[in-house]
């Protein structure tokens, strides 16, 4: 392959990337006609159409797709081997990117990046918060971090914290005039706080478990958030019946501004994971930030 067709498939990368030639141009440092050009020079050169074109968006095509699948696992691959060329040096470096919840961010990676980075100088981490499972290889993220159960099975997935439980929690003025309820089959009779799901798009079902018995229920309230400080602070204001990390409404509850019940229904499970591709070389920096952030007991 000459220089230029491996500069022409990066090219291609960027505008499927973007959905656009404007941007994509502009991260390239090039004018959107001289890239239009190139990508053009790529179909030729293929004999494919990669992209649809309309005045208003640029799409990928099936052929565009079906490269982009081998494009960019190989790419990656570069990138990874040209990072790990970092440990000739006689300190780690390089940019760690993290995809991860708003929750784990603040008491795991956080603190544990506190200790770590002053060790480090040349290391970057960039974390991006997003309530949603991602798809850290199409995304490009060097790891993701969700609870244990969330990780698909082609992935390494290494524990960077203790088991967790929900709990579910009201404000002392709610069960004033509410009976606290007993099993989670009460909770149809409270009004409830509920949790959007980004990636499926549905409500969250609470989850319970007593004596190896399960039981998933669907909740109703005036309130739906995608945030769930939003849906604590809804609950310590009295409008309802919330179900939080036990950890994130520990405090309130040692303040007397929430009230936990049905405790005896509330099953620990896995606990936040760093998760990564099995096939990624991990560079000097990346190994290090893993065994700090590795959970130990």
């Known amino acids: 392959m000459k220089r230029d067709e491996l500069g022409d498939l990066a090219a291609f990368m960027v505008v499927a990337d973007e959905r656009g030639f404007t941007k994509a141009a502009f991260r ?12 053009r020079r790529l179909e030729a050169r293929l004999g494919l159409r990669l992209l649809l074109r309309t005045t208003r968006s640029v799409s990928v095509t099936e052929a565009g797709e079906r490269l982009l699948e081998t494009l960019r696992p190989a790419f990656s691959d570069i990138e990874t081997r040209i990072e790990a060329l970092g440990e000739l040096r006689d300190r780690p470096m390089g940019t760690i990117r993290i995809n991860s919840g708003e ?9 544990a990046l506190e200790r770590f980075l002053p060790l480090y100088p040349e290391v970057k981490v960039e974390i991006t918060t997003e309530l949603g499972y991602a798809d850290i290889v199409e995304r490009r993220f060097d790891a993701g971090v969700r609870l244990g159960e969330q990780v698909a099975r082609d992935m390494i997935a290494v524990p960077i914290g203790p088991d967790v439980n929900m709990t579910v929690v009201g404000a002392s003025a709610w069960f004033a005039t509410h009976p606290q309820p007993v ?15 980004p990636t499926r798009g549905g409500l969250y079902a609470w989850e319970f478990e ?24 809804a609950a310590e204001a009295g409008h309802g019946l919330a179900f939080l990390m036990s950890d994130q409404a520990a405090p309130a509850i040692a303040e007397g501004r929430l009230v936990p019940v049905l405790e005896d229904w509330r099953p620990p499970f896995p606990g936040y994971h760093l998760y990564y591709p099995s096939r990624r070389q991990p560079t000097s920096a990346f190994a290090l930030l893993v065994e700090a952030l590795r959970y130990r007991g």
Do not use: E, Y
């Not at 390239?28 to 990508?39: E, K, R």
């Not at 929750?103 to 603190?111: E, F």
């Not at 190896?212 to 604590?232: A, C, E, K, S, Y």
């Open 28 to 39: 390239l440092g090039q004018s959107p006609s001289a890239l239009s050009h190139t990508i």
């Open 103 to 111: 929750h784990a961010a603040h008491t795991i990676l956080w603190p």
């Open 183 to 197: 099993t989670p089959h009460d909770l149809t009779d409270h009004a409830c706080i509920n949790l959007r799901l």
């Open 210 to 233: 007593k004596d190896g018995r399960q039981l998933n229920v669907r909740v109703d309230g005036p309130l739906v958030f995608n945030d769930m400080t939003l849906i604590q602070k």
